[in-house]
C-alpha cells in the first residue's frame, strides 16, 4: 500500500510561485506513473500534470490551462513528486492532489489512478 503525503500549498498573489511536493511511502516508487490534479470548489477533479516512464525514458503531460507555467518533476531518490508552480492566476485555486499509477493507463483520468494523497490548498489571490 502506497501513502502519498502533499505538502507546499499555501496563499499567493496572482504572479507568483509555490512549489507543492508530495512524498511517497510503502511501495517502490521508482514504479510507479505519478499525476498532479486539482479540484475547485463545485469543480469536478481536473488533470494538471502527470509523469510518466517507459524503459529509461521519462514523458511528461500537462493540462492545457497550466502548460507554459506548470513543471512536473520527481526524484525517485527521495521518493517525491514535485509540482513547480509560475505565474499562478486566480484560476488556479483548488485543492492539489497527488496520485499514483501503479500500470500506466490514460493517465489523464483520475479514475486510473490507484493512490492518491489527502490533498493540498492553494489559493491564488487578485
Known amino acids: 500500500q502506497v501513502q502519498l503525503v502533499e505538502s507546499g500549498g499555501g496563499l499567493v498573489q496572482a504572479g507568483g510561485s509555490l512549489r507543492l511536493s508530495c512524498g511517497a511511502s510503502g511501495g517502490t516508487f521508482s514504479t510507479y506513473h505519478m499525476g498532479w490534479f486539482r479540484q475547485a470548489p463545485g469543480k469536478e477533479r481536473e488533470f494538471v500534470a502527470a509523469?510518466?516512464?517507459?524503459?529509461?525514458?521519462?514523458?511528461?503531460d500537462y493540462a492545457d490551462s497550466v502548460k507554459g507555467r506548470f513543471t512536473i518533476s520527481r526524484d525517485n531518490a527521495k521518493n517525491t513528486v514535485y509540482l513547480q508552480m509560475n505565474s499562478l492566476k486566480p484560476e488556479d485555486t483548488a485543492v492539489y492532489y497527488c496520485?499514483?499509477?501503479?500500470?500506466?493507463?490514460?493517465?489523464?483520468?483520475?479514475?486510473?489512478?490507484?493512490?492518491w494523497g489527502q490533498g493540498t490548498q492553494v489559493t491564488v489571490s487578485s
Open positions: 496520485a499514483a499509477q501503479r500500470t500506466y493507463f490514460r493517465n489523464t483520468v483520475a479514475s486510473n489512478y490507484d493512490y
Open positions: 509523469h510518466s516512464w517507459s524503459g529509461r525514458l521519462y514523458y511528461v
